[in-house]
């Protein structure tokens, strides 16, 4: 593995209280982080994850997973929107290790500290949309929803269903500048959680997709081997946001139970508060040694060894932040702490 050239370690340090600095405030308004974006792409975090012999930072996979744990103390969505940028970016790190392509992508994302956003969660096995063949590729027209980190997005990672007239339904895999033309946001980010992420809605109107674009080709609502290497690199990263917010929310609850150390109850609460958080943290930690710093098997069995333990460790963290309102009664109402 190629030697780290970025301290993710440190720059969490340096950059994490600055980014909690108007985090409510984001919050409130849905304002995405566009500020705490514009730190990441100065200090190359966008590309950290790309190896060295490609331009990259040749940070670890392991190492971004703990940036992005530690940056979600401070701003949960800045994490949250990072890690769907990074796995991307793990994904093509892994195939390019393997043999695969990804090279190309991984190269853009180092020149120009592009950002990538993602689409796939949303359109899972189906996808959803129209396509065209054309000369030469295909026009799409579709809308993405929960496209985190939009407002900044450089390149657009989809997919939409093709009805080829030999082989029948298929889904297409491609990347679309944002830049291109056709495309455009919505504008719809108003909603009850992840307020700040900007996981707009993207709108493409008949966006030339050229074949050479065209990554993969897979039946519509097939699994596909390719989601063994996705589902082991996107889940380890996105529950270790949620995990950094629920540990910074277990922090301020033990805080504010000191206000109510006299009620006999609150030991046993702040005891079952531990054991929660400790469920989510070795959930987490055990996906993360299963990715192994891109070193496992995509198999269909490592994909359901993830799903098992990402599901434990969303469990757990739900809980931790229950049982961390419980923990300080009447006062985890308030915004205000």
């Known amino acids: ?13 340096e950059l994490g209280p600055a980014f909690a600095k108007g985090a409510g405030e984001r919050d409130e308004s849905a304002a995405f982080v566009a500020e705490n974006y514009d730190a990441l792409r100065e200090r190359k975090v966008f590309s950290a994850l790309v190896p060295a012999e490609l331009g990259g930072g040749g940070a670890s996979y392991s190492e971004m997973c703990d940036f992005v744990r530690g940056l979600a103390h401070h701003c949960g969505a800045t994490a949250l929107a990072l890690s769907m940028h990074s796995h991307l970016v793990s994904a093509a790190a892994y195939n390019w290790r393997n043999g695969k392509p990804g090279q190309k992508l991984l190269e853009r994302v180092a020149s120009a500290e592009a950002i990538l956003v993602s689409t796939g969660a949303n359109d899972w096995l189906a996808s959803n949309g129209s396509v065209e063949r054309t000369d030469g590729g295909y026009l799409v027209s579709a809308k993405k929803p929960f496209a985190s980190g939009s407002p900044k997005g450089d390149v657009l990672v989809t997919s939409a269903p093709y009805l080829d007239p030999t082989e029948g339904w298929q889904v297409l895999h491609f990347p679309v500048p ?17 307020r700040a992420t900007g996981s707009e809605t993207v709108i493409l109107e008949r966006v030339f997709v050229p074949d050479e674009a065209v990554a993969l080709r897979r039946p519509q609502g097939d699994y596909h081997p390719a989601y063994n290497v996705i589902l082991a690199v996107a889940m380890p990263l996105i529950m270790s946001a949620y995990l950094g917010v629920a540990e910074a929310a277990a922090e301020i ?18 005891g079952e508060l531990a054991n929660l958080l400790t469920t989510a943290e070795l959930a987490r930690d055990a996906m993360v040694r299963i990715t192994n710093d891109w070193d496992f098997e995509a198999t269909t069995r490592t994909a359901d060894a993830i799903l098992v333990r990402k599901t434990i460790a969303a469990k757990a963290v739900l809980a931790t932040g229950e049982k961390a309102l419980e923990a300080t009664g009447g006062g985890g109402f308030y915004r205000a702490k």
Do not use: C
């Not at 593995?1 to 340090?13: G, H, P, R, T, Y």
């Open 178 to 194: 944002f830049a291109a033309e056709g495309v455009s946001l919505a504008g719809d980010w108003d909603t009850m959680g992840m």
């Open 1 to 13: 593995m190629s030697k780290s050239n970025i301290d993710l370690a440190s720059l969490v340090q």
């Open 253 to 270: 609850a033990r805080a504010g139970a000191q206000k109510r150390a006299d009620d006999p109850a609150t030991p046993y609460l702040l």
